[in-house]
Nanobody, 121 residues
Framework: QVQLVESGGGLVQAGGSLRLSCAASGRTYSKRATAWFRQAPGKERELVARITWNPGSTHYADSVKGRFTIFRDNAKNTVYLQMNSLKPEDTAVYFC??????????????WGQGTQVTVSS
């Protein structure tokens, strides 16, 4: 079983920055990609950014392009989301999702518990 633990959320003023971390532990599986999603109150969960493991290509939601950067540290088995120029509309619970392949070749994904990001105006 894989555990994903997010950290780095908090309260920040508009224009500020936060860095979220998603640390994976537990059983080792082949990774396909890791993504950050967010869910604001009353809204559906949406994809924010995604990074593949081979190659390390990235994808961003239009709403965060140029402000957020997703990157990983292979040695630490951790994926980060650097968030700059934060806006009140970025307020949400941010979730980490890892796409993996089991030992018998079946794809599956795992979610973290989420971390709250609140941006004040």
């Amino acid at each position: 079983q894989v555990q994903l633990v997010e950290s780095g959320g908090g309260l920040v003023q508009a224009g500020g920055s936060l860095r979220l971390s998603c640390a994976a532990s537990g059983r080792t599986y082949s990774k396909r990609a890791t993504a950050w999603f967010r869910q604001a109150p009353g809204k559906e969960r949406e994809l924010v950014a995604r990074i593949t493991w081979n190659p390390g290509s990235t994808h961003y939601a239009d709403s965060v392009k140029g402000r957020f950067t997703i990157f990983r540290d292979n040695a630490k088995n951790t994926v980060y989301l650097q968030m700059n120029s934060l806006k009140p509309e970025d307020t949400a619970v941010y979730f980490c999702n890892a796409e993996m392949v089991s030992g018998i070749g079946l794809p599956f994904s795992s979610w973290g518990q989420g971390t709250q990001v609140t941006v004040s105006s």
